[in-house]
């Protein structure tokens, strides 16, 4: 039995519906899948009602966006409960700045001559959690840019000139939220940040796991990480991040992680809540 628990759709910056996401889990014979979109639970009930169907087991969660030590970092909230008013009024704060910053960027993109129009970028995302992602499309599709990944590259990464940052909040908060809501909270991808001696500080604010496999961790990373994990007293998670069709082939279900690592994880959830997401 194996997971994928690190999945997006188009309810932010993927590109499948919550039913094609279930429909490819079932196809390459998941046991269980997160739905982990960026700042916001949205897809959640549909997801959880493809996955009923499909006979998959349905984790609710989202991706939110955090900092440490002035560097970014992204934290996997799971098994939160997606009508906890507390939640989505926080996540409502998110996307509302989103919104804004995808103004912001086209404005800085104007300003370079680029003709992009926000509307433009809000029609393609098409979701409350509009991201660079979007404004990467609406940038090839309006001819500014030959692919995807040049659109960032030229464009949106950090440092270039529509780059603009976004709101990040600190760990101990993030965890807060995560766990306030009844969920448990996972480090994302800690192999992108090139800096292991963050990891510990993090998990100090109370973190429950990491997530040591990921399509981006290569060669001894995911070893090194389940290592780290386990010296951190975390429980070592993993999934494939996959964004649909956006980056070229789908990714889900590259990683197949062991069901008992989902078991260990649920067993991180607070106490005296109520199992209904689950
Ligand atoms: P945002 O949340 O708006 O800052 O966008 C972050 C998302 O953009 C990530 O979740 C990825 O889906 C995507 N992304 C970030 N960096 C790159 C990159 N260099 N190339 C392609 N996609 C990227
Ligand atoms: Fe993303
Ligand atoms: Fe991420
Ligand atoms: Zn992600």
Redesign the pocket.
């Known amino acids: 039995m194996v997971a994928d628990l690190h999945l997006h759709t188009f309810f932010s910056?993927g590109t499948y519906s919550p039913e094609e996401l279930a429909g490819h889990g079932h196809r390459i014979g998941l046991s269980a899948l997160a739905l982990t979109d960026?700042d916001t639970v949205d897809g959640c009930s549909r997801a959880e009602a493809a996955c009923r169907a499909l006979g998959i087991e349905f984790i609710p969660g989202t991706e939110l966006?955090a900092e440490h030590r002035n560097r970014e970092v992204h934290v996997l909230g799971y098994w939160l409960d997606p009508e906890s008013p507390a939640l989505l009024s926080r996540l409502a704060g998110f996307q509302a700045v989103r919104e804004n910053r995808i103004r912001d960027m086209v404005h800085r993109l104007n300003e370079r001559g680029i003709a992009l129009k926000a509307d433009d970028v809000f029609r393609i995302a098409n979701c409350k959690s509009p991201?660079?992602?979007h404004v990467?499309r609406a940038l090839v599709e309006g001819g500014f840019c030959s692919d995807?990944?040049k659109a960032?590259e030229r464009f949106l990464?950090k440092g270039r000139p529509g780059w603009v940052p976004?709101a990040r909040m600190d760990i101990p908060t993030t965890v807060g939220l995560i766990h306030a809501a009844g969920g448990v909270a996972v480090l994302a991808h800690p192999g992108l940040y090139h800096d292991d001696t963050l990891i510990p500080e993090i998990a100090e604010a109370g973190l429950d796991g990491l997530e040591c496999w990921h399509s981006r961790h290569h060669g001894t990373e995911p070893v090194h990480y389940e290592r780290l994990a386990a010296e951190l007293g975390l429980v070592a998670t993993g999934g494939s991040d996959c964004?649909g069709m956006s980056?070229g082939e789908p990714l889900i279900g590259r990683i197949q992680l062991p069901y008992a690592q989902v078991e260990a994880l649920k067993a991180r959830r607070p106490a005296g809540r109520s199992a209904s997401a689950s």
Request: hydrophobic share 15%.
């Open positions: 910056d960026h966006t991201g660079r992602p990467a995807y990944d960032f990464k976004k964004h980056k």
